[in-house]
């Protein structure tokens, strides 16, 4: 059995965050470990409060994972603030933690804030440029680039200018925009468009991490980048047309396989 790593958030609502990275891993047939960088008091009306741990603590979780599993691909979610930033990017100068999928987390679905403002920059400068493959919302990808993106022509813009950062791919998810659910990828061959129908469903939170998580368990267990981002997307549609129907707001995901 493959190994996939964690770092992100904790959700104790369950939709998003951990959470749904160990159920995404656990329905690919992939063991999940994890290292929590914030604890959020949350369900799926909105967040009440966070409590951003100890970088220390969050490397050493890290640590001890890389330690005694060998891990076969890692996804980075939530990491609050750039200290964090800074251990994990450390971490994964030091560590085999197989490709990294950073998911560049900094709002939750209801609009609060998951990342201090001042760690954007740390984000694009030290993290970004480790990363095998970087999958920005829309709003994450405008914050990222500093550009306006209404439309799936400036998705490619953005996908270019931020595959220029250092990442070794990008895919820019296309969820807020009106239409087919489109998500631009990128990498040194070209540019690439993922369609798929766009599912009407207030029950959709935790689909980015549920997206990112998903192609670290397909990296893990051997898939090429384009083609785990492909099975990825169309896990994350199965996930959301088997949404339980839980919760009074945005709802969590069902399983995709």
């Known amino acids: 059995m493959q190994t996939a790593l964690t770092i992100a958030g904790s959700d104790s609502g369950g939709g998003a965050g951990i959470q749904a990275d160990l159920r995404t891993f656990q329905a690919h047939g992939v063991f999940g470990t994890s290292a929590i960088t914030a604890v959020t008091a949350q369900n799926t009306v909105g967040v009440r409060a966070i409590q951003v741990l100890d970088p220390a603590i969050v490397l050493a979780q890290i640590e001890a994972v890389a330690d005694d599993f060998s891990v076969a691909a890692t996804k980075i979610g939530m990491l609050a603030n750039a200290d964090i930033i800074r251990v994990v990017a450390a971490a994964l100068g030091r560590q085999h933690l197989g490709p990294i999928v950073l998911d560049p987390v900094m709002v939750a679905k209801g609009g609060d804030s998951l990342l201090a403002a001042d760690a954007v920059s740390a984000l694009r400068a030290i993290l970004m440029p480790r990363a095998t493959l970087l999958t920005p919302n829309i709003p994450e990808a405008e914050a990222l680039t500093g550009m306006r993106i209404t439309s799936v022509a400036h998705m490619r813009d953005a996908a270019a200018i931020l595959l220029s950062s250092g990442a070794q791919a990008v895919v820019v998810k296309g969820g807020h925009l009106e239409g087919p659910a489109i998500d631009v990828y990128a990498d040194g061959f070209g540019i690439e468009e ?43 549609l199965l996930a959301i047309e088997r949404a339980p129907q839980l919760g009074h707001g945005h709802g969590p995901l069902g399983l995709g396989c």
């Open 194 to 236: 993922f369609a798929a129908p766009r599912v009407r469903s207030q029950h959709t939170h935790g689909t980015g991490c549920t997206f990112s998580s998903a192609i670290a368990a397909r990296l893990a267990l051997g898939d090429p980048l384009k083609t785990a981002v492909r099975n990825a997307k169309a896990y994350v």
